[in-house]
């Protein structure tokens, strides 16, 4: 079975720091993996996915995540926060040879101090 | 922008009683989901929907639960007799076509509390 882990439910920066969000799968297969972000109360938003062409993805508002099979890993970044990046962000696997289905992480709270 | 909309936003309902959770897709969308979130755990797969049939269901999905697109617009899910842990965000979702890359658009999400 495929699984994400999201490192820290919880993470806070400077305006203008470095947003670093870490993302671990687990599958069997070469899966494809996707980033969405939560603003609130409002519904679930692709920020990007990976489906094997390159490794390195980039999305919107910024936002890129590398897929690093050694590491099993797909963290997402962004070079310089701002404060309308406060958000709840989920990663999520698929698996390509199988159903469409998504398999969630827990979550990361982003906050962003002014 | 064409958007997944979910009605009501927020339900309240006592336990036993049945609820039926409402999704309008976008229109030439031909996949269907549900997913729900209870608070503070992770966003958990339902059900999967296409042609009128579910393709897949959770161990969650049991007889309690049911989808129905009743018109060609709309797409439900009813819990028949509600638990108190049933009470968790639901979210809608739908795809243009198969394939596990295609984006997968949400709504923004039904709040199911059962007391």
């Known amino acids: 079975a495929q699984s994400v882990t999201q490192l820290g439910s919880h993470v806070s920066v400077s305006e203008g720091a470095l947003v670093l969000l870490r993302c671990n799968y687990s599958s069997s297969v070469p899966p494809y993996l996707f980033w969405y972000v939560q603003y609130p109360n409002q519904g679930l938003q692709l920020l990007l996915k990976y489906t094997s062409a390159a490794t390195l993805v980039k999305g919107i508002n910024g936002f890129e995540a590398e897929f690093k099979k050694s590491e099993t890993s797909f963290h997402l970044t962004k070079p310089s926060a701002h404060m309308s990046d406060a958000a709840e962000y989920f990663c999520a696997v698929s698996d390509r040879f199988g159903n469409e289905k998504l398999t969630f992480g827990t979550g990361t709270r982003l906050t962003i101090i002014p | 922008e064409p958007e997944v909309t979910q009605t009501p936003s927020h339900q309240v309902t006592q336990m036993g009683q049945e609820v039926i959770l409402r999704c309008v897709p976008i229109?030439?969308?031909?996949?269907f989901y549900w997913y729900r979130q209870i608070l503070g755990q992770k966003v958990e797969f339902l059900v999967s929907f296409y042609n009128n049939e579910i393709s897949e269901k959770s161990e969650i999905f049991d007889d309690q639960f049911s989808v129905e697109r009743p018109d060609g617009s709309n797409f439900t899910l009813k819990i028949r007799s509600t638990k108190l842990e049933d009470s968790a965000m639901y979210f809608c979702a739908s795809r243009t076509s198969g394939g596990a890359n295609t984006e997968a658009f949400f709504g923004q999400g039904t709040r199911l509390t059962v007391v």
């Open positions: 229109s030439n969308h031909l996949y």
